[in-house]
């Protein structure tokens, strides 16, 4: 029994084991393709069809998986050239089929020719399959190569010492490989065949794929452009051009079936330009202190095509030689310059003659590309010297008069005349001065009024100005305007002493003028006690400045203002005729009095004709016309309207005068106050 219990537990193992392989996985590649002609040195996107042949399923999430392309050189992984896995996640049902693709970066270092690419699933054994001997699949595949050469190469111009031109190259690619993404070209200038002894290089990149069997053209977008250096011999020279060179990362980028076909030598003949100025003017005479404008013609007497910039200078010398010269001037001229051709400069190069430089012959010199910017095959013929005559100008003044009486604070015109007795132009800006003098120098000066002027005086030739001037407020005299002409010195003339004329003037004056405002009519007033009255006056300034303004009664000063507006309050008046008017009176005690009068009269009350009014220290006064010598009886009461109650009487002062007059204190009760007169 025993024996026949371990046979049966054996048995029940191996179904159970044969239950275990029947549900495993079986990952199997089918068959493989690819996106493009798979080329040395390239990417190509591998494609494979797999085929999960077992009863198991492959779950993502327990762990990942690996598949593995290879490249080899036999049919198995053993002549593998490269490898490359790939990390898939995904659940794989039995008897599934499904698709993976991955990016294979081709070696570069390989030669074309036949190859294996080989597919392996789980190249890991990572999943537990049924079957781990179809996990392969190894298919024949043929690399390629491609092969750059350079066809033909073209610049766009002379190619010039010192210039740059622009190179046009067409280049193949004569292989049966893709060249993509980027590489790097390389265009030299060499005296000999040979880079070795190249005087210019300049790597660049080409971004671009080029298709097998086909041709591009690489032209300025690719920045293909060479400066010839100024240094480099005239006559035959090598424009070397290479592709896929790169010295800088001491390797090529682009794999290539022949590495022998990749440089291109074309010779070129190097030219120079050569300036040389025929011919310099001045616009004008030239004259001491003054700018004048040249007009120059250069030439390029080569085959060389100038097309950068340069600059050219201008001087003054008294001598030949730009060691001595008083003015000179670097200016830009922009290209181009044909070979064989001319350019003129006119318009806007000046010189400044300085005005201490002495009249007479001087020397006018121009210097072509005066700071060595254009390699030349002759440097000796830049400069042209032209002997001048340089003059001297001469300003005189000719008139000079007022056109209206001058009056102390007033406007006076004034005119003048100058000419230029030279026989040089006069052109530029400088001051004109008229100076009110004491006398006929202007160490009497009292005011000066400078004018500033730009002019344009042939040799010959003169001109005219008239001003406006405010007459200073100075006393009615005789004074002395005098013209100084050129008055800072600007203009250097052969003369300076005779730039001052003066002419004798009498300044006159005008007196203010008042107007009377308030009071403005005749005013009569029957009063008690002294009276004020508000004064008001308008005042026109005549020559000078108002000192004050006085307000007269009856012919003599009662009260006086100062300040605008004129304004004041008369004296207390009493009983009386006042004639009120104004006076004016300026700095210099000019005066005048206003042609209006207020006439003020102030009585008592008429006979028996009672008035009450308040003073200034607020008591009350009473007063009455009255006849001289009669006796009047005053009665007061405080119940004006109660007849029972009698009046009483009330003391007064005395009578002296016209009129009675009494008081009574605000502080006492209300009373009220009548008069009779006694017989």
Known sequence: MKTLRVQMSFLALLLNASSVMAQLPDLAPLSLTWDRVPTAGQTVTVTAALTNRGDGFVNSGISDRYDRVTLSTTATTNGAVGQWDGNFRLNINPHTAYTLSLAVPLPGNISAGPYYLIWEADARSLVAEGDETNNALAVPVNIVLPDLAPLSLTWDRVPTAGQRFVVTVVVTNKG????????????????????????????????????PHTSFTVEVDFGVYLDIPGNVAAGTNYIIYEVDENAAYSHNYVPESNE???????????????????????????????????????????????????????????????????????????????????????????????????????????????????????????????????????????????????????????????????????????????????????????????????FNVAGGGAYSLTRTVDVPQIRAGDYFLILQVDAGGVVPESNET??????????????????????????????????????????????????????????????LSANVPYRAITPSLAQGVYRITAQVVDVF???????????????????????????????????????????????????????????????????????????????????????????
């Not at 005042?539 to 007269?552: A, K, P």
């Not at 028996?608 to 016309?625: K, S, T």
Request: charged share 15%; net charge neutral.
């Open 176 to 211: 049966d490989g893709l060249v993509a993404p980027y590489w790097y070209d390389r265009i030299s200038l060499s005296p000999t065949p040979s880079t070795n002894q190249a005087v210019y290089r300049r790597d660049f990149q080409i971004y671009r794929s080029v298709q």
């Open 260 to 454: 022998t076909n990749n440089t291109l030598v074309v010779p070129v003949n190097i030219v120079f330009p050569d300036y040389q100025p025929l011919s310099v003017t001045p616009d004008r005479v030239p004259t001491a202190g003054q700018r004048f404008f040249v007009t120059a013609v250069v030439t390029n007497q080569s085959d060389g095509l100038v097309t950068s910039g340069s600059y050219d200078r201008v001087s003054l010398s008294p001598t030949p030689s730009t060691n001595e010269a008083v003015y000179r001037r670097d200016f830009q001229l922009i290209g181009p310059v044909q070979p064989h051709s001319a350019y003129s400069v006119a318009g806007y190069v000046f010189v400044d003659v300085p005005g201490t430089l002495a009249p007479g012959i001087n020397y006018l010199i121009y210097e072509t590309d005066s700071l060595g910017h254009v390699p030349e095959s002759n440097e000796t013929n830049n400069t042209l010297v032209v002997p001048i005559s340089v003059g001297i100008g001469e300003l005189v003044p000719t008139s000079l008069r007022t056109n209206s009486l001058a009056i102390a604070g007033r406007p006076l015109s004034v005119s003048w005349g100058v000419s230029n007795p030279s026989t040089n132009a006069l052109i530029g800006g400088w001051n004109d001065q008229l100076v009110l003098s004491t006398n006929m120098t202007t160490n009497g000066a009292i005011v000066v009024w400078p004018y500033y002027g730009s």
């Open 498 to 559: 005779n730039n001052t004329r003066s002419l004798a003037i009498s300044v006159t004056n005008i007196p203010p003028r008042v107007s009377l405002l308030a009071p403005t009519n005749s005013i009569e007033r029957k009063i008690c006690v002294p009276a004020s009255f508000p004064l008001a006056a308008k005042v026109e300034m005549g020559s000078y400045s108002i000192r004050r303004v006085e307000f007269l009664t009856n012919g003599v000063e009662a009260t």
């Open 589 to 679: 005690d000019l005066r005048a009095t206003s042609p209006q009068e207020a006439v003020i009269t102030l009585a008592w009350p008429n006979l028996l004709e009672l008035l009450a009014e308040l003073d200034r220290n607020r008591d009350v006064v009473c007063c009455m016309g009255a006849n001289v010598g009669s006796n009047y009886i005053v009665e007061a009461t405080a119940h004006f309207n109660n007849s029972t109650i009698p009046w009483q009487p009330h003391l007064t002062n005395r009578v002296f005068g016209p009129a009675l007059v009494f008081t009574n204190r605000p502080t006492k009760p209300q009373e009220f106050y009548r008069a009779r007169q006694e017989p």
